[in-house]
T-cell receptor, first 117, second 116 residues
Framework: ETGVTQTPRHLVMGMTNKKSLKCEQH?????MYWYKQSAKKPLELMFV???????ENNSVPSRFSPECPNSSHLFLHLHTLQPEDSALYLC????????????????FGEGSRLTVL | AQSVTQLDSQVPVFEEAPVELRCNYS??????LFWYVQYPNQGLQLLLK??????LVKGINGFEAEFNKSQTSFHLRKPSVHISDTAEYFC??????????????FGAGTRLAVHP
């Protein structure tokens, strides 16, 4: 199994649908992240969970609702999305750092390509 | 605020030629820098990282990067590229220690296109 697994890899939904993206990490990490990757724009950090607690929400619209039931699983619930929400959604995980000198890298999944019609 | 600027959106190069992908950062605190690669239809994979110590950092697939504090740069280099190096490359910096998790700020990316 790969370290970070995302499902589904591709999703097409209408603006009135409700769907969810799932992320699972098998690395024993305690922090998990959702990033949005749109064409011709830098990666945007959406949410961070550390030890299952949400620690960052970067002004993400409420039509995106994250859920982190445990340190290994992260969901992104989607409802009433807009066409401009079409993007690649990347999940990542990292080991919780104890000092500022610790590693710091994120481990990414392969992403879920979302198309909103 | 910390930021990263990748100076080239696209870099075309012929196979077996050397390549340099440029990255400049701005930070008023300790600097931690990363290069990631994204192959088509895949997620991001770490190439190398600079946390402290030697300014020349070696990574996977023959890539290396040099941290230059005076020029606030962290350029990525490879002496001889292969077709398989065709991908998007992202430079990133990490915000200071805050609650134990890693907030990475990414550049816009550089698309490396290797031609035969």
């Amino acid at each position: 199994e790969t370290g970070v697994t995302q499902t589904p890899r591709h999703l097409v939904m209408g603006m009135t649908n409700k769907k969810s993206l799932k992320c699972e990490q098998h690395l024993g990490h305690n922090a998990m992240y959702w990033y949005k990757q749109s064409a011709k724009k830098p990666l945007e950090l959406m949410f961070v969970y550390n030890f299952k607690e949400q620690t960052e929400n970067n002004s993400v619209p409420s039509r995106f609702s994250p859920e982190c039931p445990n340190s290994s699983h992260l969901f992104l619930h989607l409802h009433t999305l807009q066409p401009e929400d079409s993007a690649l959604y990347l999940c990542a995980s990292s080991q919780t750092r104890r000092t500022s000198g610790d590693g710091g890298e994120l481990f990414f999944g392969e992403g879920s390509r979302l198309t909103v019609l | 605020a910390q930021s990263v600027t990748q100076l080239d959106s696209q870099v075309p190069v012929f196979e077996e030629a050397p390549v340099e992908l440029r990255c400049n950062y701005s930070s008023s605190v300790s600097v931690y820098l990363f290069w990631y690669v994204q192959y088509p239809n895949q997620g991001l994979q770490l190439l190398l990282k600079y946390l402290s110590g030697s300014t020349l950092v070696k990574g996977i697939n023959g890539f290396e990067a040099e941290f230059n504090k005076s020029q606030t740069s962290f350029h990525l280099r490879k002496p001889s590229v292969h077709i398989s190096d065709t991908a998007e490359y992202f430079c990133a910096t990490r915000t200071p220690f805050s609650g134990g998790y890693n907030k990475l700020i990414f550049g816009a990316g550089t698309r490396l296109a290797v031609h035969p």
